[in-house]
C-alpha cells in the first residue's frame, strides 16, 4: 500500500455536478491529514472548487476527463461511452494500476458496478460481487450486505457473502468471529426461499473459524444489531436500506411537527435538546454514508449521489478504514479457505413454511 493513503475520486459523480465532493474532502482531511487525492473529472471546473478550499488543493492533483457518467445512464451505455474517458473509469483505473490504494464515487451505481467489474476483476471463486452498508442499531453498527450489486442470488453466492460480510466486519469492528445472519421471513429453519435455507445449511456444515454463524434473521433485527453481519440478496437489501433512511427521514418530520405544536412542545424542546441532539445524530444517514464494493480485486467506495459534504466525507473516511485493513487480501484469504472446506453440494432441504 501506498505511504501515504492515497484516494482516487471521482469528482463528477452525484447530483447537482457534485458540487458536495470538494468540501467534504476538506471535512475529511481534518480527520486523515496524511491522506493524498488524485481527483478526475471536469479539470476546470475542479480547479475552481480547489481554490476556495487551500486545505484539498494542497493534498490533491487533478486529472482531466472529458466524459462524465450521468446519474440515469444506463450501465452498459455507460461502460462503452465513458471506458477509459470518463472521471469514473480513470478513478478505478488508478486503483488497478497501483497510483491510489482505493476509489470513491457518488457517482451511478449501476455504472459504477460495471465499470469496476470490467477494470478489476471479481476474485477468483467469486461469481458476484456485493455492496456492503454499515447499519446503525441500538447495539452499535453491523453490516448488512448485499444492499445493490445484483438481484437475486444462489446457495454460494449467499454463503460468499457471509464470507467477505465478516472479513470486513473483523476490519472494521475488530471482532475475531463475527456473527452472521441470513435474513429470512422467520427464524425457524423451514421457512423462507430454498436458496437461502440451503446457505443456512452450508453456513452451518462448513464451522468456519472465521465466523459464527447465527442463523435466519428477520427484518427487525436490522435495527436490533442482533448480529454483526446480515446476509441478503441485492433486492431485498435495497429496499431495506431505502425503507430504513426514509424511516428516518419519517420519524425526524413526526418530531418537527411535534416541536411546533405549542408552545410547552417548545419549551420542552429547549429543556431536553441535548436528548433530541443525540437522537439527531444517531439517527443521520450522513455518517453511514458509504457502500463498500466486496469481491473485486481492489476497493471501490460508493457514496450516495444525493449527499452533502459531511455524507461525502464519511465515504472518504470510509474508504480510508477499508485500505488500511488490507480488506481485498483477507477475504481473499477467508474465500479461499472456504472453498477448501465447504460443503460441495447442500443437502436436500424441506417444502418451505408459509411466513406466520
Not at 333 to 348: E, L, S, W
Request: glycine share 10%; charged share 20%; with cysteine.
Amino acid at each position: 500500500m501506498a505511504n501515504p493513503l492515497t484516494l482516487a475520486i471521482d469528482a463528477m459523480g452525484g447530483d447537482n455536478e457534485a458540487a458536495f465532493v470538494v468540501p467534504g474532502l476538506d471535512i475529511a482531511l481534518v480527520r486523515n491529514p496524511d491522506m493524498r487525492l488524485i481527483l478526475f473529472g471536469d479539470g476546470g471546473l475542479i480547479e475552481r472548487r480547489l481554490a476556495q478550499h487551500a486545505r484539498v488543493r494542497a493534498a490533491s492533483s487533478v486529472v482531466h476527463c472529458d466524459i462524465t457518467v450521468s446519474m440515469r445512464e444506463k450501465p452498459s451505455e455507460a461502460l462503452r461511452r465513458g471506458r477509459r474517458s470518463s472521471s469514473m473509469w480513470r478513478a478505478i483505473e488508478a486503483v488497478k494500476l497501483g497510483e491510489a490504494d482505493a476509489a470513491v464515487s457518488a457517482g451511478n451505481t449501476g455504472a459504477l458496478m460495471a465499470m469496476a467489474k470490467f477494470v478489476l476483476k471479481t476474485m477468483a471463486q467469486i461469481e458476484r460481487p456485493a455492496i456492503a452498508a454499515i447499519w446503525p442499531t441500538v447495539r452499535g453498527e453491523s453490516i448488512v450486505l448485499d444492499v445493490g450489486a445484483t438481484i437475486g442470488a444462489d446457495a454460494q453466492q449467499l454463503v460468499d457473502f457471509a464470507v467477505m460480510g465478516a472479513a470486513m466486519a473483523q476490519a472494521v469492528f475488530g471482532i475475531t468471529r463475527p456473527r452472521v445472519g441470513l435474513l429470512n421471513i422467520g427464524v425457524e429453519e423451514v421457512k423462507g426461499l430454498e436458496e437461502v435455507r440451503r446457505a443456512g445449511q452450508m453456513l452451518r456444515a462448513s464451522d468456519l473459524p472465521g465466523l459464527e454463524y447465527h442463523g435466519f434473521v428477520e427484518g427487525a433485527d436490522l435495527g436490533r444489531g442482533t448480529v454483526d453481519v446480515v446476509v441478503t440478496e441485492g433486492f431485498s437489501g435495497n429496499i431495506a436500506l431505502k425503507t430504513a433512511e426514509g424511516t428516518a427521514k419519517q420519524i425526524a418530520a413526526y418530531l418537527r411537527a411535534a416541536i411546533a405544536r405549542s408552545i410547552w412542545a417548545r419549551i420542552g424542546y429547549v429543556i431536553a435538546s441535548s436528548a433530541f441532539r443525540a437522537l439527531r445524530e444517531k439517527m443521520d444517514p450522513r455518517r453511514a454514508n458509504g457502500g463498500v464494493f466486496l469481491g473485486l480485486n481492489g476497493m471501490v467506495i460508493k457514496s450516495h449521489g444525493g449527499t452533502d459534504p459531511q455524507g461525502f466525507a464519511s465515504a472518504v473516511d470510509l474508504a480510508v478504514d477499508m485500505a488500511r485493513s488490507n480488506l481485498v487480501s483477507r477475504i481473499a484469504a477467508d474465500i479461499g479457505a472456504f472453498h477448501a472446506v465447504a460443503v460441495p453440494t447442500p443437502v436436500a432441504v424441506e417444502p418451505k413454511a408459509a411466513a406466520s
